[in-house]
């Protein structure tokens, strides 16, 4: 028996720790959901629909069932029936595109039609791709024009339409106005690790062992669809390879669980990346229209912002775009509206800064237009239109240092010696621009639950069903034990990932640390009261639980944010049209950084995807077929290592007094705002506005570099407006 004692030791939290896990990790002894052994494992592949709208009129599986190795042919005719009639996540009913092999609809190609069991990957796969399914096609509809008269606004975490103030009369009363329609395409998550899962039954309870962004999540889900006791559903997920908000209940988990019911033996089921872009979600491409209004001094009068993205026809989501533009700028007329249009393709979903990602190169770019317009720095324009409460809420913000990331990040780009004027700065055949956007993302916290155990052998174990997704979560879990425990961080053990463990907030929208954190403080609290200096601790040890339901739900209505500010350099080559990023700098007000290590590599991966929304990813949809063009990473261009340049991201001191550790967010802000900045300076390179991503090389030479006009006289940008912005500032 060990006596119960702490020693105070430094702060934790706020110093740079490597990952706890990390040796495991590049050593292999990490253990992902598809690489972890068990007895008497089967394979599921899944076979998918080749006609994008139709029904399946019949299913051929003699011939598969008589191939070597093959146990099963699941599909609807004998798959075992699951129940969507349930409220999940969000408050929405479930993806049907989950509930898999219910009935003989195809609603996009690429839809779940059969599972072919086997007893190896290999086996699966060939007799999956024999199987033959004939069909009755009907004819599809998958192109998103942005002029789809079936649009329609949706609610979503958000209101769908906003408005206040008459627009038009502010608009024609306007010195300065842009009318624009920016576009972003479909893009995919496609994390490292694909998605995979196993599921077996094991003492008349159902285990899954799988890749996901929070198993208690998973667990219930799952527990819905199969009418299970939740407590006979054990979901577990241990290591991740990246989620960026895919790795939810998907076909794969729920097929799994069909087989592993009826061969009562562990079944396996892996996506292939093909797979990933029908079966994983995505995000959906958006057509955005900006219009905005100032008065001579640049202050914003009118702002409207309508968004139009896609969504199936089986499930209703939204990609809200317009919601940034609800918390950035304020004007006397203010209208924002999301729409969404049914087409024949699979459901989007949430995808890195859902809404925020899109909607900030949009409204990012309209900002710089009008700056341009009214021969302002495109600073000053941002700092005479910060607002001093929620624009469309009225609500105080609970802390908002934008502008303090403003000052210091032009300080350290270097942004007063920029001359304003685009296509002046030349190197060869390349010209040189620079460009800059703000960028927010809502902070929030969900209920979770911890539980925090004194060991006997002087130990302290966390256990929580958080979700570390490659953020590096559990160092800094251990890192916010340690402090409320005064020890040392090698005192603490994290075990996460098990639903188990309790109901705790899933790894998405940024408020997975801040959620758990809280939790595992409130319960590391508790036990150091609990324990009494020299008192012996038994060989079970002393646990404490704690619930933060209470504490969460009593947080004063506030707009809560992390916000940065985002700067680049490019160069663009007149002869090839490709543009290089030289340089980025970010500078975010995030609340208080718990582990300075891991952030700086959120923020850094957040504004390398920035980059490669801004120049690279686009999955193009062939409108006869239904299906994409290159489904792989072949097709799919993303931001390799020769695209990204020297990126600096750094931070500014922003605790959040309404948090116990200090903790905003930061998981998503880093892209926000990127893609806008890339495109700035793009058109300070070349003078020319891109409204759509990505920038690819044909638009830079069908678009042509365009010669800058001459100086009307007005004041320099660069010397007028940001010494007022510093005296302001002052």
């Known amino acids: 028996m060990t006596s119960a004692t702490t020693t105070k030791a430094e702060n934790a939290v706020g110093t740079a720790h490597t990952r706890v896990e990390g040796h495991e990790k590049v050593t292999g002894a990490a253990r992902f959901a598809g690489e972890i052994p068990f007895a008497e494992l089967a ?60 009935h003989d609809r195809v609603p996009h190609r690429g839809w779940p039609v059969a599972l072919v ?49 008459d627009l038009d009369s502010a608009l024609a009363a306007s010195a300065f106005v842009v009318d624009a329609e920016y576009s972003t395409p479909e893009e995919h998550h496609h994390p490292m690790e694909p998605h995979a899962a196993t599921a077996r039954w094991e003492g008349g309870r159902l285990e899954v062992v799988d890749s996901n962004q929070g198993a208690t999540w998973v667990a219930a889900e799952l527990a819905q669809l199969f009418s299970l006791d939740p407590s006979s559903v054990r979901v577990r997920s241990e290591h991740v390879g990246g989620g960026f908000g895919s ?26 990346r093909c797979q990933m872009f029908s079966l994983a979600g995505y995000r959906s491409p958006t057509r955005q229209r900006l219009r905005l209004g100032a008065d001579a001094d640049g202050r914003l009068r009118a702002l409207e912002h309508r968004s139009l993205s896609l969504t199936s026809t089986v499930h209703e989501f939204i ?52 700056a341009e317009k009214c021969g302002l720095d495109p600073i000053e324009l941002r700092v005479r239109n910060e607002p001093e409460r929620g624009p469309v809420s009225g609500l105080p913000f609970s802390g908002r240092n934008l502008l303090a990331c403003f000052r210091e990040g032009a300080r350290r780009f270097g942004w007063a010696d920029r001359d304003p004027r685009p296509g002046l700065r030349r190197e060869g055949s390349r010209l040189l621009g620079t460009g800059m956007a703000a960028a927010s993302f809502p902070v929030g916290a969900a209920p979770s639950t911890a539980a925090v155990t004194a060991e006997a052998n002087g130990t302290f174990s966390v256990r ?53 954190a809280w939790a595992v403080t409130a319960a590391a609290r508790e036990l150091r009261e609990r324990l009494v200096p020299g008192a012996g601790i ?105 695209d990204v340049p020297h990126i600096e991201a750094d931070w500014i001191d922003d605790a959040d007094p309404d948090d116990p550790v200090g903790i905003k967010g930061i998981g998503e802000i880093g ?37 800058p006009e001459p100086w009307d006289g007005r004041p320099s940008p660069r010397s007028a407006a940001l010494p007022e912005w510093t005296e302001r500032e002052r």
């Open 464 to 516: 929580i069903a958080a979700s570390d997704i490659g953020t590096g979560a559990r160092t800094a879990l251990a890192l916010v034990a340690a402090d409320a425990l005064e020890v040392g961080p090698d005192r603490i053990r994290v075990r996460i990932g098990d639903s188990d463990f309790g109901p705790a907030m899933i790894a998405g929208g940024s408020m997975g640390t801040r959620s758990w």
């Open 671 to 707: 892209i926000v705002g990127a893609a806008a900045a890339v495109a700035n300076a793009v058109w300070h390179a070349t003078g020319v506005r891109h409204r759509s991503l990505p920038i690819r090389p044909d638009r830079v030479i069908l678009a042509g570099p365009h010669a």
């Open 247 to 272: 790795k939810g209940v998907r076909a794969h988990q729920v097929a799994a669980v069909m087989a592993a019911t009826v061969l009562q033996r562990p079944v396996r089921v892996v996506m292939t």
């Open 117 to 165: 069991v086997a007893e190896t990957s290999e086996q699966a796969r060939e007799a999956a791709e024999a199987l033959v399914v004939h069909y009755e096609e009907e004819p599809h509809d998958v192109a998103f024009t942005g002029e789809d008269p079936d649009a329609y606004p949706v609610d979503s975490h958000m209101p769908a339409v906003t408005a206040k103030g």
């Open 538 to 642: 038994p060989a079970e040890g002393i646990t404490v639980r704690s619930d933060t339901t209470e504490a969460v739900g009593a947080l004063a209505a506030k707009e809560r944010h992390s916000f940065g500010a985002q700067f680049a350099e490019v160069a663009v080559d007149t002869a090839t049209g490709e543009v290089r990023v030289r340089r980025m700098l970010g500078i975010f007000a995030a609340g208080r950084i718990v582990n300075p290590l891991t952030a700086r590599n959120q923020f850094v991966g957040g504004m390398t995807w920035g980059i490669s929304m801004a120049l690279h990813e686009e999955a193009v949809r062939d409108r006869t077929s239904g299906g994409h063009y290159g489904a792989d990473l072949a097709g799919y261009h993303v931001a390799t290592h020769a």
């Open 319 to 370: 990609e809200p775009s317009a919601g940034p533009s609800r918390v950035m700028y304020d004007a006397d007329a203010h209208h924002t509206a999301n729409r969404v249009v049914r087409l024949d393709v699979p459901t989007p979903t949430w995808m890195r800064a859902p809404g925020e990602a899109p909607g900030s190169f949009a409204l990012e770019s309209a900002l710089d237009e009008l």
């Open 43 to 102: 394979h599921g592949w899944l076979a998918l629909s080749t006609v994008t709208r139709g029904r399946i009129r019949s299913v051929e599986t003699a011939g598969v069932l008589a191939m070597p190795g093959v146990l099963t042919v699941l599909h609807h005719g004998n798959a075992p029936r699951v129940d969507t009639d349930y409220v999940g996540l969000m408050g929405s009913a479930p993806d049907p595109t989950c509930a898999v092999f219910q």
